[in-house]
C-alpha cells in the first residue's frame, strides 16, 4: 500500500470545455500541485451528483478537498434577495450546488478529514447551517476592496489567526499574509464550526470544528483565500496543505 495518501479534488463544470465544446470538468492545476508537494495523489472528482457515485468516491479516498470557483445558489441560505444584490452574485451551475453538498455530508458520515478553500469555505458553512455574506462590499461597511484578482498570488493582506486553533498549528503563524479573491464570504458562522481566523475589517478568514465537535471528523480546515496559488513563494502556506496530507494518512491508517 502506498504511503501517500489520496485526495478527492471537487471541480467545477464548464458549459463550454476546450476539446468538443460541450460541459466539461476543470480545476486550476494549483490545487493538485499543492497536494502533490505536500506527499498526497490527487484526484479530480467530476462534478456527478448522484449519492452513490459521490459516497463510493468519498469510501476510496483518503480525504477531500473543496475548491474555490462562483457563488453559491443565494436560495439556499437566504429568502428574498433584493435585486441589488441579486446583480452581484456569479452563480456555478446548480449541479455543483448539489454536488458538493452531498460530497460535504458524505465526507462527514464516512469521517474522511475535508480542506474547504474560499468557495469551499463558504458552501461548507452553508451546508451545516449558516449564511453568507452575499456582496461584502455592499452589506460589510468599511471592509477593505477583497476581490483583487489582480494579484492572484500576492499577499494583499493579513489575517490574524486565533492562537491553538487547527490554523495556527498548520502555519506556525499567528499573522498570515494572504491573497484574496472572492466578493462574497461567511456571515453567520454554522454551530459546529468556529472561527480561526479574522481579516483586519472583521471578515471571516478561516473556519474549523468547535472543540465539543471535533468528534465529526478527524480533521477539517476552512480558509477564504487560496493558499494554492501562494505555497510555492511562501512555505507557511505549503505547510497548510502538509497538515492536511498528513491528517489524511493518519485517518486511513487508523482504519486499517
Not at 233 to 247: D, V
Request: glycine content about 8%; charged content about 25%.
Amino acid at each position: 500500500m502506498t504511503s501517500s495518501p489520496s485526495i478527492l479534488i471537487s471541480g467545477c463544470t464548464d458549459k463550454r470545455g476546450v476539446e468538443f465544446g460541450d460541459a466539461s470538468s476543470s480545476v486550476s492545476l494549483n490545487y493538485p500541485l499543492a497536494i502533490h508537494m505536500a506527499g498526497g495523489i490527487p484526484w479530480l472528482l467530476p462534478c456527478v451528483p448522484d449519492r452513490d457515485f459521490v459516497a463510493e468516491s468519498v469510501r476510496r479516498s483518503d480525504g477531500v478537498m473543496l475548491t474555490g470557483g462562483d457563488d453559491v445558489q443565494p436560495e439556499l441560505y437566504r429568502k428574498g434577495l433584493p435585486p441589488r444584490l441579486r446583480k452581484t452574485v456569479h452563480l456555478a451551475t446548480p449541479e455543483r450546488d448539489l454536488f458538493e453538498l452531498m460530497l460535504i455530508d458524505e465526507t462527514f458520515r464516512q469521517r474522511k478529514p475535508l480542506l474547504a478553500i474560499c468557495r469551499g469555505q463558504q458552501i461548507l458553512n452553508v451546508a451545516l447551517g449558516g449564511t453568507l455574506l452575499v456582496d461584502i462590499a455592499t452589506e460589510a461597511s468599511g471592509a477593505i476592496n477583497h476581490t483583487r484578482t489582480d494579484r492572484k498570488n500576492q499577499v494583499v493582506h493579513e489575517v490574524d489567526i486565533h492562537l491553538g486553533s487547527l490554523l495556527a498549528e498548520a502555519t506556525q503563524c499567528l499573522r498570515l499574509g494572504v491573497n484574496s479573491s472572492h466578493h462574497q464570504a461567511v456571515a453567520k458562522i454554522a454551530k459546529p464550526l468556529r472561527m480561526s481566523a479574522v481579516s483586519e475589517d472583521g471578515i471571516i478568514e478561516g473556519l474549523e470544528l468547535e472543540p465539543g465537535s471535533r468528534q465529526l471528523l478527524p480533521y477539517l480546515l476552512a480558509v477564504q483565500f487560496h493558499p494554492e496559488r501562494m505555497f510555492a513563494r511562501y512555505p507557511e502556506h505549503l505547510e497548510l496543505f502538509r497538515s492536511f496530507t498528513r491528517a489524511c494518512l493518519k485517518n486511513r491508517r487508523n482504519k486499517i
